[in-house]
């Protein structure tokens, strides 16, 4: 695909490693992040790439989203601050929003993401 985060992929691959958690219980643990001598099980490896995630939607210190990197002027405006678009795919660095920003289909499933956190 044309970008380094594609929501359906890591979507997939979130479920995958729940899944296997499921499985495999406690005792198949992965160093995560890399290098971080931090050992966690799937279900909190999936736990920590879903935060990933949703931290592009969510606003930083300075009010703005990662998603919004392009347009952060634009998005300063009191009438449009809230207003999130559902881009393609996304910046792997920055999680800057790129490609169509109408993919409110494949994108939206960020929300399953928030709701599986809460659980």
């Given amino acids: 695909w044309r970008g380094p985060i594609w929501m359906p992929m890591n979507y997939l691959f979130i ?64 009438h449009f601050k809230d207003l999130i678009l559902f881009y393609e795919y996304f910046h792997g660095e920055n999680g800057r929003g790129l490609g169509a920003s109408h993919q409110t289909g494949w994108t939206a499933l960020v929300a399953n993401l928030i709701e599986q956190l809460e659980k």
Avoid: C
């Fill in 15 to 78: 479920q995958a490693l729940r899944e296997y958690q499921w499985y495999d219980g406690n005792d198949f643990l992965f160093e995560y992040p890399t290098g971080s001598n931090k050992l966690l099980n799937l279900k909190q490896v999936s736990d920590e790439l879903s935060k990933r995630l949703i931290h592009m939607f969510e606003k930083d210190e300075k009010g703005n989203r990662a998603i919004n990197k392009n347009y952060e002027k634009y998005y300063q405006d009191p």
